[in-house]
């Protein structure tokens, strides 16, 4: 689609991509450990962008009042070609690996993004992130109400990891929708404060 130039320093770039899915775009940071320019780098991100490789979640920040991240999130649409370029090979080794939170976020808001396309609704998904560490993952604006998804690749489910679910639906009050955990657990269950936890496994596989 573009003259890459130089494919050996591009490969690296999609590997480090793949890498960092789920984390918010350093592209200063991306350029500085390949070795290229920043406009370089910029232009092979949005290259990757026009060719479904990566997706950009932006942060949401409608009439917040707050000081807001303004930088997207980095996500790889597919989830199989980013854990090979990582170099995680089996099911074990992902387990294992300190990228599994960070692919299991990719997997759901991913999921999410293509169930958006498949009814034929353009994605209206964001995620939160002030500078005083208030962190939703997934955020998705639907007539006028907020629904928030805190995603965690656990198999156990503590109350700690609703925290920020609640505190947010308290500070949004009547713009407040549904507030869910998505999880590795086995089932779905109901938290307190009105969190649903969901499995990926009755939720996304059907």
Same mark, same amino acid.
């Given at each position: 689609?573009?003259?890459?130039?130089?494919?050996?320093?591009?490969?690296?770039?999609?590997?480090?991509?793949?890498?960092?899915?789920?984390?918010?775009?350093?592209?200063?940071?991306?350029?500085?450990?390949?070795?290229?320019?920043?406009?370089?780098?910029?232009?092979?991100?949005?290259? $990757?962008?026009?060719?479904?490789?990566?997706?950009?979640?932006?942060?949401?920040?409608?009439?917040?009042?707050?000081?807001?991240?303004?930088?997207?999130?980095?996500?790889?649409?597919?989830?199989?070609?980013?854990?090979?370029? +990582?170099?995680?090979?089996?099911?074990?080794?992902?387990?294992?690996?300190?990228?599994?939170?960070?692919?299991?976020?990719?997997?759901?808001?991913?999921?999410?993004?293509?169930?958006?396309?498949?009814?034929?609704? $353009?994605?209206?998904?964001?995620?939160?992130?002030?500078?005083?560490?208030?962190?939703?993952?997934?955020?998705?604006?639907?007539?006028?109400?907020?629904?928030?998804?805190?995603?965690?690749?656990?198999?156990?489910?503590?109350?700690?990891?609703?925290?920020?679910?609640?505190?947010?639906?308290?500070?949004?009050?009547?713009?407040?929708? +549904?507030?869910?955990?998505?999880?590795?657990?086995?089932?779905?269950?109901?938290?307190?404060?009105?969190?649903?936890?969901?499995?990926?496994?009755?939720?996304?596989?059907?």
């Amino acid at each position: 689609m573009k003259q890459v130039g130089d494919l050996g320093q591009f490969q690296s770039f999609l590997r480090l991509c793949a890498a960092r899915t789920g984390q918010i775009l350093d592209l200063s940071g991306l350029a500085r450990d390949i070795g290229v320019s920043h406009t370089t780098a910029k232009r092979w991100l949005s290259l $990757l962008e026009t060719s479904h490789q990566i997706y950009l979640l932006y942060p949401y920040y409608k009439n917040m009042g707050k000081r807001l991240t303004k930088r997207p999130k980095l996500y790889f649409v597919d989830t199989g070609l980013a854990t090979y370029l +990582t170099g995680i090979h089996n099911p074990e080794i992902l387990l294992s690996s300190p990228h599994v939170g960070s692919l299991f976020e990719t997997f759901v808001v991913i999921d999410i993004l293509k169930r958006f396309y498949n009814h034929g609704l $353009l994605p209206s998904m964001f995620y939160f992130r002030t500078q005083d560490k208030l962190e939703i993952d997934l955020v998705i604006e639907q007539e006028d109400r907020l629904h928030l998804i805190e995603i965690k690749s656990t198999q156990t489910v503590y109350p700690k990891f609703s925290a920020h679910l609640v505190r947010l639906k308290n500070e949004l009050k009547d713009k407040s929708g +549904t507030a869910t955990l998505f999880s590795n657990t086995e089932h779905s269950s109901e938290q307190p404060h009105g969190i649903m936890n969901r499995s990926w496994r009755d939720t996304l596989i059907t």
